[in-house]
């Protein structure tokens, strides 16, 4: 395995990229067993560092409340951040978001947020990421690479990059990177070894019938990647 030497901005020892390690997105939909504060909630027992309310289908409103109830629910055991919406983000005091590249500039994202929130870019192709290097490097905390896999959980998305494309992104990110699309317990140590700081899960725990079960799973598919990448 890679052994990772990227740091967060400025050196934000509030910002570890440890946080990144397991990180849930959320799909409401999904969660309809147990609803989605309880779904989330058990994911971080299981193991989840870092949770990002995505709900493209919510208007504003809704968002707000739902951020607000999810933020009490969470109380501070790990960063939640917000899709997309920064002014939501912001009046809800989230701990930051994450952005597409069709979303609101980077610029002003983080003169919005201040320098504390976190800030996330998604990025799928090495022109992408350059553009984010040359531009943007000092303003983002860290790269979401992606889709890895084939995934139904986001419409019309980009070409899957495979396990190879994955890791010639991550091998030329200045930042810490976390690889999200169509990641399951079966891919998921195959993705930690090629050196992502984190892996974004969606159905994998929101549809689990034992979402504290899923995550603590894995969790463990990490240590398994770091025990392959030991190998001589």
């Known amino acids: 395995m890679t052994n990772n030497t990227h740091e967060i901005n400025a050196n934000n ?6 946080a990144l390690s397991l990180y849930l997105v ?23 560092t870092m949770v990002q309310l995505r709900d493209k289908q919510a208007d504003d409103e809704e968002l707000y409340l739902t951020a607000c109830a999810l933020k009490e629910a969470i109380a501070g055991r790990v960063p939640l951040l917000l899709n997309d919406r920064v002014a939501i983000a912001k009046k809800a005091k989230l701990d930051g ?20 929130a976190w800030l996330g870019l998604s990025v799928n192709t090495l022109e992408q990421l350059q553009q984010a290097h040359n531009h943007h490097l000092s303003q983002i ?16 998305h980009a070409t899957p990059l495979g396990l190879e494309g994955l890791a010639k992104l991550i091998k030329s990110s200045q930042l810490p990177t976390v690889a999200i699309g169509g990641i399951h317990l ?47």
Do not use: W
Request: hydrophobic share 40%; aromatic share 6%.
């Open 26 to 48: 959320t799909d409401a939909a999904m969660c309809n067993e147990y609803g989605l504060i309880d779904t989330v909630c058990a994911a971080i027992d299981g193991g989840v």
């Open 141 to 156: 905390d860290y790269f979401g690479f992606g889709p890895v896999f084939p995934t139904t959980t986001k419409r019309n």
């Open 97 to 116: 978001v994450h952005l597409g590249q069709s979303d609101m500039s980077i610029n002003e994202a983080r003169t919005l947020l201040g320098s504390e």
């Open 186 to 232: 079966d891919t998921a140590a195959q993705v930690y070894a090629t050196g992502c700081d984190g892996i974004a899960i969606v159905s994998a725990i929101c549809a689990a019938k034992d979402p504290k079960a899923a995550a603590a799973s894995l969790t463990k598919a990490k240590i398994k990647a770091n025990s392959m990448g030991e190998q001589p």
């Open 13 to 18: 020892m509030s910002k570890p990229s440890s």
